[in-house]
């Protein structure tokens, strides 16, 4: 459920763009999230169709760039991804800890319409 609130503001953030380019319209919005964050893509994509109703985001379709958790082996020094059910380093075997990535939520870009059309 706290999809609804990430959404809430990656509405907000795309309407802000909207606004500061003087576009009446935006077309696609591009974010990344990821895999730590537990936030589910189709969730918030349920939220972004309620919540931008009546904005300029209304209609504008989402695409979602996952990242997958990466871990970095302290033995080795290898980063690596996090196997499924596992923290084990693939190189040494030694557990790893996790890195930052996997951790972003974040609108990457905007694609507006434009005006003229």
Known sequence: MHEYSVTKRIVKIINGAAAEHRAERVKTA?????????????????YFD?????????????KVRAVKA????PSCGKNFIRPRFSF????????GSPTDVG????????ELFDNAL
């Open 103 to 110: 951790n972003e939520c974040y609108v990457e870009r905007v």
């Open 70 to 73: 990466e871990m970095r082996c």
């Open 50 to 62: 309620m919540i931008a109703k009546g904005t300029p985001s209304e209609g504008a379709v989402l």
């Open 88 to 95: 084990e380093c693939p190189v040494c075997g030694a557990l």
């Open 30 to 46: 591009f974010l990344v999230i990821g895999e730590n964050t537990c936030i589910i893509p189709e969730s918030v994509q349920m």
